[in-house]
């Protein structure tokens, strides 16, 4: 308490108590004079010069032959640091804790932009698609392997495959054996310099349908982004 032991003795304990502490001090008394067992306390105490000190109290009553409470014998453990410590170790939490609140109202945020993202594209697609199924002509749509993604329903009539047969199949089951090896390298070329434009001009191409029967088509190149 930062004073000589003359002055300390003869005064009340309680008057070195913070005046927010006292009620847990005479508390203390209570639970250490109904008790026989060591009660232990924290406490904030006023030390000279206005300096605030934090203490655990450990009390134990002695009593006389009547099992009364004639005095306390009290250690005192001066816990400053430690409390500063939880203290910095609690306001670390609390700055955690609106960070990571923080960080999931920005998180929140950009998952509803993208779910709507995703909703807009999706519609996009879904008006796509039903132009491309409307279309008079068969269509068939393809990634850079050459494997087949989506055929309308005209591609259906026309060859005779349903859309599942043809899903992730390349666009070779759809053309005859003699023009295979050809298509391979002009496919090459198209992805290289990918543009809209007649494929085989001036050559008589044709399609091969599910029974192997032929049929003369017209074919246009046209690259889409997706």
Known sequence: LGKPRSELIGNPFASYVSRTDVHFFLNHLTK????GEKVMTDLEL?????KSLAVQMASVADRDEEHNAVFYRTTITDITERKRAEKALQRMSEDLENLVRERTVELN?????????IKVRRRAEEKLRALL??????????????????????TEK??????????????????????????????????????????GAGLDLFGRRKDGGEFPVEISLSPMKT
């Open 133 to 154: 199924e409307g279309a008079p002509d068969a269509i068939v749509t393809i990634d850079q392997e050459g494997r087949i993604l989506f055929v309308n329903k005209q």
């Open 32 to 35: 250490c004079r109904r008790s």
């Open 46 to 50: 006023s030390a000279n010069g206005g």
């Open 109 to 117: 945020r950009t998952n509803e932009a993208l779910l709507n993202e």
């Open 158 to 199: 026309l060859f005779g495959y349903k859309q599942k047969e043809l899903f992730n199949e390349p666009l070779e089951i759809l053309i005859p054996d003699r023009f295979r090896a050809a298509h391979a390298g002009d496919l090459a070329q198209f992805v290289s310099s990918p543009r809209t434009r007649p494929m």
